[in-house]
């Protein structure tokens, strides 16, 4: 195999794509070619965003989560709204003008999901920070804009622009794991990301690459946004942004997947352990790292205790960055993933875990802490 399956793929999101369940179910493929069909259509992916001047590279901070940046949820009141037809676009208006311009989000859009409404508004009272109040009619009618990439203080910036909206009710801190977090975002779909003052976005299967439409009822040009879309296929499976829920199983179709995504060989992530070599463990992160677990509250275990405690978070996050290497002299597969750790006091400790995955002797190698 050529080198050219050297690559990183950012995130995959198999959760509601049916084009990549097909390839690993219903065509019976195996696990070496769902490997190649996955890289064949990510290189497609890296073409058209090259003739779109759109450098892959640099939407990482919008479709991997950051341990160093911010998510939030704002919230609408739909029945507030001067257009009763489709409030959802007044609302994005909103945000978009609220959003520092050289920015880069994913943004992904929905209205919350209660049928009976039993539990929003309790999850929200006990989690959101509320800028009028949480009297909407029903949590249908509640609109949601869910943002990452951010700041402190550009959350607050746009909490205080925000609330100048008679429709604005205040939004929920999605940082870190939470009922709220899994709540609000459940069915959430992606909007668009926005880099600087352009928007991408996806459009139809059977409309060309070369063009660039917009399918949203929103007019981005209008509030100075230029648009780059591609076909829905391409963004919906490389451009999606997936915030952590809680309550993850032990394996689904989005994971499994992935795991096709960057080797050709794939074994099932519950029969892997954690190995830390002696050397990574005393002179990387009981040295370098030392701070780190610190704050983790991680600092006092030993090699093999720690080797535990990361196997037993795997689950609570999605697999990102992974990536396939195939030199004349080795071939590596691994991943990024975001742990959470408790702490006594304050927020919980977040880190980026890099790890190889070694399918043939079940072991995940940790390679990074950051």
């Known amino acids: 195999?050529?080198?050219?399956?050297?690559?990183?793929?950012?995130?995959?999101?198999?959760?509601?794509?049916?084009?990549?369940?097909?390839?690993?179910?219903?065509?019976?493929?195996?696990?070496?070619?769902?490997?190649?069909?996955?890289?064949?259509?990510?290189?497609?992916?890296?073409?058209?965003?090259?003739?779109?001047?759109?450098?892959?590279?640099?939407?990482?901070?919008?479709?991997?989560?950051?341990?160093?940046?911010?998510?939030?949820?704002f919230l609408f009141d739909e029945k507030r709204c001067d257009n009763t037809f489709v409030p959802g676009v007044e609302c994005a208006d909103a945000l978009f003008q609220a959003l520092d311009r050289k920015t880069t989000h994913s943004i992904l859009g929905g209205e919350l999901v209660d049928d009976r409404d039993e539990i929003a508004r309790t999850l929200l009272r006990n989690s959101a920070v509320v800028a009028k109040d949480l009297n909407f009619k029903h949590p249908c009618f509640c609109y949601v804009l869910y943002v990452n990439n951010l700041s402190e203080s550009s959350i607050t910036a746009i909490d205080t622009k925000l609330r100048a909206h008679k429709a604005y009710l205040g939004y929920v801190p999605c940082t870190y794991a939470s009922l709220a977090k899994t709540f609000v975002s459940r069915h959430l779909v992606n909007l668009v990301i926005k880099q600087g003052d352009t928007v991408i976005l996806g459009h139809e299967d059977d409309r060309p690459n070369t063009e660039n439409h917009n399918l949203h009822l929103h007019d981005y040009t209008a509030i100075g946004l230029r648009i780059k879309s591609l076909q829905s296929a391409y963004f919906g499976a490389f451009l999606s942004y997936k915030p952590e829920w809680m309550l993850m199983e032990e394996s689904d179709d989005d994971l499994e997947i992935a795991l096709r995504a960057m080797s050709e060989t794939v074994a099932p992530l519950t029969e892997f352990t954690v190995a830390i070599t002696d050397n990574k463990f005393e002179k990387y992160l009981k040295t370098e790292k030392f701070g780190k677990l610190k704050k983790a509250g991680l600092e006092d275990l030993t090699k093999a205790e720690l080797e535990t405690e990361i196997r037993e978070k795997l689950r609570m996050s999605y697999l990102y960055n992974m990536m396939y290497v195939d030199q004349p002299t080795y071939q590596l597969s691994k991943f990024n993933i975001m742990l959470e750790f408790t702490r006594l006091t304050g927020h919980p400790e977040r880190m980026v875990v890099s790890l190889e995955y070694r399918p043939a002797e079940r072991v995940l190698r940790l390679i990074t802490v950051s």
């Open 1 to 73: 195999m050529s080198t050219r399956y050297m690559t990183v793929i950012h995130t995959l999101n198999a959760r509601d794509n049916l084009m990549l369940q097909v390839l690993r179910e219903d065509q019976a493929l195996t696990d070496t070619q769902t490997f190649r069909e996955i890289q064949h259509f990510h290189s497609y992916l890296l073409d058209i965003l090259r003739t779109k001047d759109v450098d892959y590279m640099s939407l990482r901070s919008a479709l991997t989560p950051q341990s160093t940046k911010h998510e939030a949820a």
